[in-house]
């Protein structure tokens, strides 16, 4: 499952860079930066019709942890969370 996080538009709108996210193991998320990169092609060409630029970008697809790192920090917390409930109901 991949997420779409940002797209960047240069100023003279030949390259958008395509900000993604997916949580996953090191090889699924070189899976999916080499499927993204194969199919750039053809997703410019599907965009083609409806954007009306006088240039349509190019698509480059990087990747952006941000979400994992979102998750990461949240697990944290919530282990952080559990240990000070678990604190409080220990008898002194």
């Known amino acids: 499952m991949v997420t779409i996080t940002d797209v960047t538009v240069n100023r003279d709108t030949t390259r958008a860079e395509v900000y ?3 949580i ?3 090889e699924e998320k070189i899976e999916v930066q080499e499927a993204l990169d194969k199919a750039a092609k053809w ?3 599907e965009l083609a019709p409806t954007l ?5 970008p190019q698509l480059i697809f990087v990747y952006d942890p941000s979400l994992e790192y979102g998750d990461r920090i949240d697990a944290i917390l919530g282990q952080l969370h559990n240990e ?3 604190d409080t109901l220990e008898p002194s």
């Open 20 to 22: 993604y996210s997916i």
């Open 52 to 56: 009306r630029l006088r240039n349509l």
């Open 24 to 26: 996953g193991t090191p």
């Open 43 to 45: 997703l410019r060409a």
């Open 84 to 86: 000070d409930q678990a």
